[in-house]
């Protein structure tokens, strides 16, 4: 059984690595609520952040960002000694847009890893407004650990 | 504002400044597009607001992936004349190594390009075009 962890103290943690990531800073993801089964971030609609400019809706780049984002804690509060910041990539992402986002409206991305393994973990999550059940966009992804000094720099590495 | 008339005038002056400025967040990312003959590239310049991982550093896979969508949406919008922005309906990404903090590449192949419907492979690269970063496979359904 995984240790909760309550919004304070996740709110601190993602502080700290909110400082350690310039590009979730420059979306301003915030904490919104977290369990074990469902981490919660939001992203507050900005103009600079539009995909359209003749519907003013959100680019999906955005989805795309928060709900990698929203998977790394996941992930990160799944940790048997959590909270631990283990280094990890994203392997692969998969996202279906099924509506677009409303206009002037936060985005919530909630997101669960659902099995975890030495190497990789595996998530699943989606995009809202309000309702987790009435998605924006749904997606599913795989992390892989880094853990050494072996992926950095792997512009070599044959995969 | 007509997407249409943009990307024409952007054809006949081969500057495609003004359509990457037409959509704020590509103009948040910095795109460029490159078109040479038939050749298109769509650039994202480094920016340190990029990173996700300051460690390595590595860019962020959200940015990787919202640079891949944006180059697939410019790409459709080179290739044929629409009034409306092509909408995403699913987006596949295989991150196959670190995004570099360095200017990233992108190409794009039209797998097929139906009536609805476009399939595209948008391959991210840094410092050569067979060494891909990522790897996007995506469908687009098409505007008016």
Known sequence: MAPTMSLEEFAQFWEKSEYASPYNRELELQPHS????????KVEYARNLVGDPNTRVLHGGVITALLDAAFGFS???KMPQMPQIRPMATLDLRIDYLKPATPDKAVLGGAVCYKMTAD????RGCAYHELADDPIATAVGIFMFTDGPTLIGNEELAR | MKFADISSSCRASNDWGPLVQSVPYARFLNLRIDIKGEEFTCILPFDQKLIGNPVLPALHGGATG????CAGMFYLLWQMDTQTLPKTIDFNIDYL???????????VVMVKQGRRVANLRIEAWQSSPDKPIALGHCNFMLGA
Not at chain 1, 120 to 123: P, Y
Not at chain 2, 66 to 69: A, I, K
Request: charged share 20%; hydrophobic share 55%.
């Open chain 2, 97 to 107: 190594r670190t995004g570099l903090a360095r200017d990233t590449y992108a190409n």
């Open chain 2, 66 to 69: 919202g640079f891949m969508e």
């Open chain 1, 75 to 77: 992930i990160f509060v």
């Open chain 1, 120 to 123: 990789l973990a595996f998530v």
């Open chain 1, 34 to 41: 977290v369990r074990p089964d469902w981490c919660v971030l």
